[in-house]
T-cell receptor
Framework: DTGVSQNPRHKITKRGQNVTFRCDPI?????LYWYRQTLGQGPEFLTY????????KSRLLSDRFSAERPKGSFSTLEIQRTEQGDSAMYLC????????FGPGTRLTVL | ELKVEQNPLFLSMQEGKNYTIYCNYS?????LYWYRQDPGKSLESLFV?????AVKQEGRLMASLDTKARLSTLHITAAVHDLSATYFC??????????FGKGTRLHILP
């Protein structure tokens, strides 16, 4: 069990570009969550999956954001036409009961 | 809407002293969590509290839960520098979606 992994760990992009992040959960964890954390704030829930089904999306998740978990294993979070306000740490967590967090992907939009 | 409030948000204390961080939440919940986050790092689970009157201790940290008052405390005994970090209180918002407080940034002075 290697824990939750996320790639890339850091991403710098120019405004208007698309970015995609990947999360690999702990094996056999059926639930997978995405959170966003801005500087000085606590993580905010974005969306979650049970197996391959996306069950809830936060109002924070604008139309530019899309998440998938195609085979119920890894997940991707894509942000289209990035804006400077998207700069944040994007955290993934997986669970069977308790949530375990990955190291996060830090996005900087210039 | 479930809200989680922590206080204080910033705390600077001397080594060897005791202090308490408070966490209030607005609606009933099945679980309360305490996490630690070091700068630039992800979240480390410290405690999961499930029932009224629950108390858990790990080293110099002790967490308690009063569900009637919707209050949890994280008590630090004889603080040491290694405990410097940001501590988050979080509450289960349903479907294991976690709602976080803003965090308490703890700085322990030698």
């Amino acid at each position: 069990d290697t824990g939750v992994s996320q790639n890339p760990r850091h991403k710098i992009t120019k405004r208007g570009q698309n970015v995609t992040f990947r999360c690999d959960p702990i094996s056999e964890h059926n639930r997978l969550y995405w959170y966003r954390q801005t500087l000085g704030q606590g993580p905010e829930f974005l969306t979650y999956f049970q197996n391959e089904a996306q069950l809830e999306k936060s109002r924070l998740l604008s139309d530019r954001f899309s998440a998938e978990r195609p085979k119920g294993s890894f997940s991707t979070l894509e942000i289209q036409r990035t804006e400077q306000g998207d700069s944040a740490m994007y955290l993934c967590a997986s669970s069977r009961v308790e949530q375990f967090f990955g190291p996060g992907t830090r996005l900087t939009v210039l | 809407e479930l809200k989680v409030e922590q206080n204080p948000l910033f705390l600077s204390m001397q080594e060897g002293k005791n202090y308490t961080i408070y966490c209030n939440y607005s609606t009933t919940s099945d679980r309360l969590y305490w996490y630690r986050q070091d700068p630039g790092k992800s979240l480390e689970s410290l405690f999961v509290l499930l029932s009224n009157g629950a108390v858990k201790q790990e080293g110099r940290l002790m967490a308690s839960l009063d569900t009637k008052a919707r209050l949890s405390t994280l008590h630090i005994t004889a603080a040491v520098h290694d405990l410097s970090a940001t501590y988050f209180c979080a509450v289960d918002g349903g479907d294991d979606k976690i709602i976080f407080g803003k965090g308490t940034r703890l700085h322990i002075l030698p």
